[in-house]
């Protein structure tokens, strides 16, 4: 069988040949319509996303199982290689304008001269992973992400995660690995009411990977937090506690310091050393981003230990604490919180004691002022 396909328009691009796509991405774009097909431009301007359907017109040849950038085989429909039966290329950009037959977009991974074959509004409700429930998320808060569990769909994952970690980074796209696979290899989902529990060990960005994926957070008491200073984490179903799955990241020497040697220099610059200039504080993002979502496609054996039927020491449901009120500020505090000072109630502030703090040193205790 034969198709017949139309160039509607050629992109323009400062970048003649291919590179780093997340660098790409960063760059405004132009597509270049026909000016017979400006008409169909019309009410474009009412989307903030299109999705851009291009030919790969430097592509040559193709491999159905081959390395890629990782070094990992995998097949050509299971990833985005450019080299393909079909040169076939898809790409969401953020429309910036339209003049006349002419869009300016952002986000666009095509070289200059790449034939456009169509153009579609981006639309949640048809592109995203389909999954059960819909997006009503009054009623079923967590469905988006439990389809993207279901789907395997982690680079959406990945993509809520930073929206509450702030960045893209190698350990928060583990701990998303992490707590997907737990959940799937366990088949269950949080409710948020404690029938999951994560035990983490680690109070890094993997933690909050985990949060994101699992639902299991400090305020809804299905994080716990063992202070072990290892990347690890543990879901258990309270249900069955005695069928427990353990994820462990495998040495970072052997997934950072090796397979991406630029990214892990520049971390020693900018985080560990904090003697890095302004360019090199981009580029490390920027980096940092990329093995991120490159991390994404490699199989879970190569990055973590898994352990299933563990079994893990859960503490019993939380208590409803009863609260009290300081003598000295008035402020409301949990009465097992409180000190006792001559025959008064106090908060631990007010009463100079001792309190737990979590931060970037771990758990430890801190000195009353």
Avoid at 8 to 17: A, K, L, P, W
Avoid at 69 to 96: E, K, M, N, Q, W
Avoid at 228 to 242: D, F, I, W
Avoid at 331 to 349: H, I, N, T
Wanted: net charge negative; with cysteine; charged share 25%.
């Amino acid at each position: 069988m034969t198709f017949d396909l139309t160039q509607i328009g050629t992109v323009r691009s400062e970048f003649d040949r291919p590179t780093d796509p997340a660098t790409m991405r960063k760059h405004e774009s132009q597509i270049i319509l026909d000016p017979k097909f400006a008409d169909g431009l019309t009410g474009i301007n009412d989307n903030d996303s299109l999705t851009i359907l291009f030919y790969l017109h430097k592509s040559t040849g193709y491999d159905l199982v081959a390395p890629r950038r990782d070094g990992i085989d995998r097949g050509t429909f299971a990833c985005r290689s450019p080299h393909r039966p079909s040169p076939i290329g898809s790409t969401t950009v953020g429309l910036v304008e339209r003049d006349g037959h002419e869009l300016r977009v952002t986000g666009l991974d095509a070289i200059d001269g790449t034939p456009v074959l169509d153009i579609k509004p981006y639309a949640a409700s048809l592109d995203r992973p389909p999954h059960s429930g819909g997006d009503d998320r009054r009623k079923d808060p967590r469905s988006r992400i439990e389809g993207y569990v279901r789907h395997r769909a982690p680079e959406a994952l990945l993509l809520e995660a930073g929206e509450v970690h702030g960045h893209f980074c190698p350990y928060l796209a583990l701990g998303v690995m992490a707590g997907a696979h737990a959940i799937r290899k366990l088949g269950v989902a949080s409710t948020g009411m404690e029938d999951v529990v994560a035990v983490v060990e680690t109070n890094s960005c993997f933690a909050d990977g985990v949060q994101v994926t699992t639902g299991c957070t400090f305020g809804n008491n299905g994080l716990i937090y063992r202070d072990y200073g290892k990347t690890a984490v543990t879901l258990v179903s309270r249900e069955n506690p005695e069928e427990g799955v353990r994820l462990h990241v495998k040495e970072r020497k052997g997934i950072l310091e090796k397979d991406y040697p630029e990214a892990h220099e520049l971390f020693e610059r900018v985080v560990a050393q904090q003697n890095a200039t302004a360019e090199e504080r981009e580029r490390f993002s920027e980096a940092w981003a990329t093995v991120a979502f490159d991390l994404l496609e490699r199989p879970v054996p190569d990055l973590f230990d898994v352990e299933t039927a563990v079994a893990d020491g859960l503490p019993e449901l939380a208590p409803i604490f009863e609260n009290t009120t300081c003598a000295a500020c008035g402020e409301q505090v949990m009465a097992s919180k409180a000190v006792e000072q001559d025959g008064k109630k106090l908060c631990r502030a007010c009463a100079g004691a001792p309190f737990g703090q979590l931060d970037g040193h771990g758990l430890n205790w801190q000195d009353g002022a």
